[in-house]
């Protein structure tokens, strides 16, 4: 039996145009899918910068958002994988439990915040607090990051190719911070750590899943907590 095209499969989505249908109508037909659905593939067009474009959605779909979103885009996502063709405002993927968003131009603020679980790719810059109090997302920065991004960082893995900006990892907890550039500094209780032979292996896996090609794990550094925060001591008051 013949290979299904490209072209094929995209013939078969489901189409929302946000020029003639609402934002309400959009999420709401995500919402109401049922498990085993055969309405696997979805192609949001027009979105024209419109906040929470399809957030909530909890069945393992494909959508594809043809232009930029607002605020919010993919927030509290579970098992589809959303890739914005455009960039994306403030909170993308926020509070995320699995599956995947890609964005393939830049992100605002707090992208991936809160997250528990899932990928988020970043394929062009992230602005300030990328990651903050993440528990459990990975995100996978092609480009910059901004200030205080992994600030309370409680677990999961930031992976940086380009530099990030000031106090980077502030109040971090157990998450893994990789950089690839430059950090401007460096956040309260967070420090370079050693990149030892696990580490470089969970990395890779992380670029692989993220389509990077052609960077080695070997390039990056890593940086997590030195654990001084975890109980009030006074000689770290200048710390706090």
Not at 118 to 138: T, W, Y
Not at 173 to 191: H, N, P, Q, T
Request: glycine share 14%; hydrophobic share 35%.
């Amino acid at each position: 039996m013949p290979a299904t095209s490209k072209a094929t499969r995209e013939s078969h989505a489901r189409v929302f145009d946000l020029d003639v249908s609402s934002l309400r109508e959009l999420n709401q037909a995500l919402h109401d899918l049922a498990p085993g659905s055969n309405e696997t593939a979805w192609e949001v067009l027009h979105p024209k910068g419109s906040h929470s474009v399809a957030v909530g959605v909890d069945q393992p779909v494909s959508i594809d958002v043809r232009g930029s979103v607002g605020y919010y885009c993919g927030g509290m996502n579970s098992g589809s994988a959303i890739t914005v063709h455009g960039s994306a405002g403030p909170g993308v993927g926020e509070n995320m439990m699995s599956g995947s968003i890609t964005v393939k131009g830049d992100a605002s603020q707090y992208a991936g915040a809160t997250g528990k679980g899932g990928l988020l790719v970043i394929e062009g810059n992230a602005s300030s607090r990328c990651g903050i109090s993440m528990k459990g997302i990975d995100i996978v920065v092609h480009g910059n990051i901004g200030h205080m991004s992994a600030f309370m960082a409680q677990s999961g893995n930031l992976v940086v190719l380009g530099d990030a900006g000031d106090a980077l990892g502030d109040s971090i907890y157990e998450a893994r911070l990789f950089v690839r550039g430059k950090v401007d500094s460096l956040g309260a209780d967070c420090i370079a750590k050693e990149m030892r032979p696990e580490h470089l292996e969970l990395l890779q896996g992380l670029l692989d899943r993220a389509g990077v090609t052609g960077v080695k794990p070997s390039e990056f550094k890593r940086y997590g907590s030195a654990r001084t925060l975890y109980n009030f001591n006074i000689d770290n008051a200048d710390a706090y």
